[in-house]
Nanobody
Framework: QVQLVESGGGLVQPGGSLRLSCAAS????????MGWYRQAPGKQRELVGT???????TYAGSVKGRFTISRDNDKNTVFLQMNSLKPEDTAVYYC??????????????WGKGTLVTVSS
Protein backbone atom coordinates (compact mmCIF):
# COMPACT_ATOMS: atom_id res chain seq x y z
CA GLN A 1 0.00 0.00 0.00
CA VAL A 2 1.33 3.42 -1.00
CA GLN A 3 0.17 6.78 0.31
CA LEU A 4 0.96 10.29 -0.91
CA VAL A 5 0.41 13.18 1.47
CA GLU A 6 0.58 16.81 0.37
CA SER A 7 1.21 19.78 2.64
CA GLY A 8 1.92 23.49 2.42
CA GLY A 9 -1.26 24.87 0.93
CA GLY A 10 -3.08 27.88 2.30
CA LEU A 11 -4.17 31.46 1.72
CA VAL A 12 -1.66 33.90 0.23
CA GLN A 13 -1.89 37.39 -1.22
CA PRO A 14 -1.20 38.05 -4.90
CA GLY A 15 2.53 38.27 -5.48
CA GLY A 16 3.26 36.01 -2.53
CA SER A 17 4.90 32.61 -2.31
CA LEU A 18 4.09 29.12 -1.07
CA ARG A 19 6.02 25.86 -1.00
CA LEU A 20 4.14 22.60 -1.41
CA SER A 21 5.49 19.22 -0.39
CA CYS A 22 4.31 15.70 -1.18
CA ALA A 23 5.78 12.68 0.57
CA ALA A 24 5.23 9.06 -0.42
CA SER A 25 5.25 6.16 2.01
CA UNK A 26 4.58 2.44 1.91
CA UNK A 27 5.78 -0.36 -0.31
CA UNK A 28 8.14 1.65 -2.53
CA UNK A 29 11.07 0.29 -4.48
CA UNK A 30 11.49 2.91 -7.16
CA UNK A 31 9.85 6.23 -8.03
CA UNK A 32 10.16 7.39 -11.61
CA UNK A 33 8.18 10.49 -12.50
CA MET A 34 6.82 12.89 -9.90
CA GLY A 35 4.49 15.72 -10.75
CA TRP A 36 2.06 18.38 -9.66
CA TYR A 37 -1.37 18.99 -11.11
CA ARG A 38 -4.09 21.43 -10.17
CA GLN A 39 -7.84 21.76 -10.51
CA ALA A 40 -9.59 25.09 -10.21
CA PRO A 41 -13.33 25.30 -9.44
CA GLY A 42 -15.35 24.38 -12.49
CA LYS A 43 -12.30 23.41 -14.53
CA GLN A 44 -10.53 20.21 -15.49
CA ARG A 45 -7.40 19.05 -13.74
CA GLU A 46 -4.29 20.34 -15.50
CA LEU A 47 -0.59 19.68 -15.44
CA VAL A 48 1.58 22.10 -13.48
CA GLY A 49 4.97 20.41 -13.76
CA THR A 50 6.76 17.08 -13.75
CA UNK A 51 10.24 15.85 -12.87
CA UNK A 52 11.80 12.51 -13.72
CA UNK A 53 14.18 10.60 -11.48
CA UNK A 54 17.00 11.84 -13.68
CA UNK A 55 15.95 15.43 -13.19
CA UNK A 56 14.24 16.25 -16.49
CA UNK A 57 11.60 18.88 -15.87
CA THR A 58 8.56 20.15 -17.73
CA TYR A 59 6.25 23.04 -16.82
CA ALA A 60 2.92 24.32 -18.00
CA GLY A 61 3.37 27.56 -19.86
CA SER A 62 1.22 29.44 -17.36
CA VAL A 63 3.64 28.76 -14.47
CA LYS A 64 7.01 28.73 -16.24
CA GLY A 65 9.38 31.21 -14.63
CA ARG A 66 7.28 31.45 -11.46
CA PHE A 67 7.10 27.86 -10.17
CA THR A 68 9.97 25.45 -9.51
CA ILE A 69 9.59 21.71 -9.08
CA SER A 70 12.23 19.65 -7.29
CA ARG A 71 12.56 16.27 -5.61
CA ASP A 72 14.40 14.47 -2.84
CA ASN A 73 14.80 10.84 -3.88
CA ASP A 74 16.09 9.76 -0.47
CA LYS A 75 12.91 11.05 1.17
CA ASN A 76 10.50 10.08 -1.63
CA THR A 77 9.33 13.68 -1.70
CA VAL A 78 8.50 16.20 -4.40
CA PHE A 79 8.31 19.96 -3.87
CA LEU A 80 6.69 22.85 -5.69
CA GLN A 81 8.01 26.32 -4.97
CA MET A 82 5.42 28.84 -6.14
CA ASN A 83 6.42 32.50 -6.46
CA SER A 84 4.65 35.57 -7.82
CA LEU A 85 1.32 33.90 -7.22
CA LYS A 86 -1.74 35.16 -9.06
CA PRO A 87 -5.45 34.79 -8.29
CA GLU A 88 -5.73 32.44 -11.27
CA ASP A 89 -3.36 30.04 -9.49
CA THR A 90 -6.13 29.34 -6.99
CA ALA A 91 -6.85 25.61 -7.13
CA VAL A 92 -6.53 22.31 -5.36
CA TYR A 93 -3.02 21.05 -6.04
CA TYR A 94 -2.42 17.31 -6.39
CA CYS A 95 0.82 15.38 -6.56
CA UNK A 96 1.23 12.28 -8.66
CA UNK A 97 4.01 9.70 -8.62
CA UNK A 98 4.76 6.68 -10.78
CA UNK A 99 5.88 4.07 -8.24
CA UNK A 100 7.24 0.55 -8.61
CA UNK A 101 7.01 -1.94 -5.77
CA UNK A 102 9.44 -4.74 -4.89
CA UNK A 103 7.85 -7.24 -7.27
CA UNK A 104 8.12 -4.94 -10.24
CA UNK A 105 4.55 -3.71 -10.36
CA UNK A 106 4.31 -0.04 -11.39
CA UNK A 107 1.36 2.32 -11.23
CA UNK A 108 0.41 5.96 -10.75
CA UNK A 109 -0.57 7.19 -7.31
CA TRP A 110 -2.30 10.47 -6.43
CA GLY A 111 -2.42 12.51 -3.29
CA LYS A 112 -5.70 13.84 -1.92
CA GLY A 113 -4.82 17.44 -2.72
CA THR A 114 -4.04 20.65 -0.89
CA LEU A 115 -5.92 23.91 -1.43
CA VAL A 116 -4.07 27.02 -2.54
CA THR A 117 -6.03 30.27 -2.46
CA VAL A 118 -4.53 33.46 -3.85
CA SER A 119 -6.57 36.45 -2.77
CA SER A 120 -6.22 39.86 -1.20
Amino acid sequence: QVQLVESGGGLVQPGGSLRLSCAASGSIFFINAMGWYRQAPGKQRELVGTITRGGSITYAGSVKGRFTISRDNDKNTVFLQMNSLKPEDTAVYYCKMTISDYVGYSMDYWGKGTLVTVSS
